[in-house]
């Protein structure tokens, strides 16, 4: 008749822990348990558990205790070898460890959406410097469609998006909020209106706009029902599209931080459009299930001021 063997007790259960054979070999090496014990921090009563332990744990005595100190035992000497290459190789595995980590935080990889990567990154790119100054980082901007793209291809560690939610296959959380405001040149008769603008008016004029992909194109979509007039112009970044209203080109839609300078000195002007609300979200983005570790942990951190919700 044939006997099944019952399933294996896990090597954690079978094999003593790191910390219980540094310190047989730290008995070994001066002779004394109580030195040993304090080399390592710990108490004596404390290290004679650990001992103990062990030994029931192998079934065998490790250390003879006397008046003059501790000495090994036969099966002691040969645990303790055994014991100096788990520990050795332990070491070598903390080594490279910590090379990894060395390679991961010597470099930075952000992927951003052209609004924050203007007006807000550079300030926490500033205050990373102060903290981390050993890390390199790289910026890549385009529209949210290419962050994303970006991060699920691995290119960047993490990214910065303005649309209305988080997009496929990433996790976030918001960094701040953000208004879109409908801006025009002085001159425009739209500047010397007495009363708002009508949305479905906006939405019938072809206005200077940012391409499909974009954060602002898409909140300014789903604003108007996705029913708009072709664009006047289309243009890939947000200091074009500022530059084409300024110098007159027509009217646009723009985040307000990147028009507040303008608006302050006139050389833009706001249009009130009633019951029209473009408001957004700023979200840190990155791959479903990877939390960002060191410096892009560090950079998020650091996004996180009184403008976060």
Known sequence: MSVENGPQVPLAHRVPDLGALELLLAVARLGSLGRAARELGITQPAASGRIRSMERLLGVGL????????????????????????????????????ALRGR???RLRVASSMTIAEYLLPGWLVALRAERSGTAVSLLTGNSAAVAERLLTGEADLGFVEGLDVPAGLDGVVVGRDRLVVVAPPAHPWARRRSPLDAGELAATPLILRERGSGTRQVL?????????????????????????????GPSVLSELAVREELASGRLAEIHVAGL??????????????????????????TRGPRTT
Do not use: N
């Open 104 to 106: 991961r935080d010597s």
């Open 63 to 98: 250390v003879e205790r006397s008046p003059r100190g501790s000495r090994l035992t036969d099966a002691g000497v040969l645990v303790t070898d055994w014991a100096r290459r788990i520990v050795e190789a332990a070491e070598a595995f903390d080594a490279g460890a910590q």
């Open 277 to 302: 609300s473009l408001e957004r979200s700023l979200r840190a983005v990155w791959p479903q299930g990877h939390r960002p570790t060191g410096p892009a942990r560090d950079l998020l951190g650091l």
């Open 221 to 249: 979509d789903a604003g108007l029902g996705g029913v708009t007039a072709a664009p006047l112009l289309e243009l890939a970044s947000t200091t074009a599209v500022k530059a084409a209203v300024v110098g007159g080109a």
